[in-house]
């Protein structure tokens, strides 16, 4: 049976409906059993996303500024008729009590991957568990048998993305925007058939469709293809996420959650 690795970005996660809407798509096609979420992202052009508002807080160490990301995830819960204030409570001590701004900027992704699982009945798998990093670097070998080993286990799997851990535990970012990148890393350990990338776009375009109205989306690109759109400044896809999806040969297909019934890009050799 065919696998794809769907990874979802902040925007289409940055409300309770949106997560439902999110679980709508999985659950529509049962090939959709590895999912990779970013933290929840703007809701509107001047909100903030909570991986920032977590930095803030992290910076600042002001409990005040932990209560605008607890209303947010506790409203996002409700809707997505989850409990989540354990799990708040525990990162808020964390956030105070470790000192760690990555440890702290993580806690996005992590509470996603929780209300996420708890809403599809997918195992939450930490990505501390399973994405390894050495000297700052990923570590292919581990990384890949560790996500495979619980994929196996498993079937159904929800990880958080954007984080990992080193050799002594302590969480490790990717690059602002790397939820791509952990996705790319799940699909190329279990060898998946499609990374879908799910985002706010209708697919890659052909002109930057912030400054062309007649920008039309691609229906294929190859990887060489995307890697000159994307050098050029666009914001689709990671480049570090086109690197391991290449490497590996994984096809991706970047999706609108918006718009789920369009075709998207399809990027491959
Ligand atoms: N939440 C992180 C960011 O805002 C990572 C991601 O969304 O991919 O950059």
Redo the contacts with the bound molecule.
Sequence with gaps: MPVFVSKF??TSLSTGERFLNAWDIVSSDPNRRFVVV??P?KRFRSDE?I?DLLMECAESQKRAAFEEIRSRFLHIASIAGVFIREELDACEEEIFSLSSKAHAASR??FLSAKIFAKLSGFSFLDAKDAVFFKDGKIDEEKTGSAILKVFQRESKIVMP??YGADEKGSIVLFP?????TSGAIAACAIRADMYENWTDVDGVFDKDPNFHTDAKPLSFLTYDETERILDKGAAVLHPEALFWARKNKIPIHVRNTFHPHLSGTKIGQ
């Design positions: 970005g902040g970013s933290a992202g996303k991986t996005g992704e993305g954007f602002r925007g790397g939820s791509d």
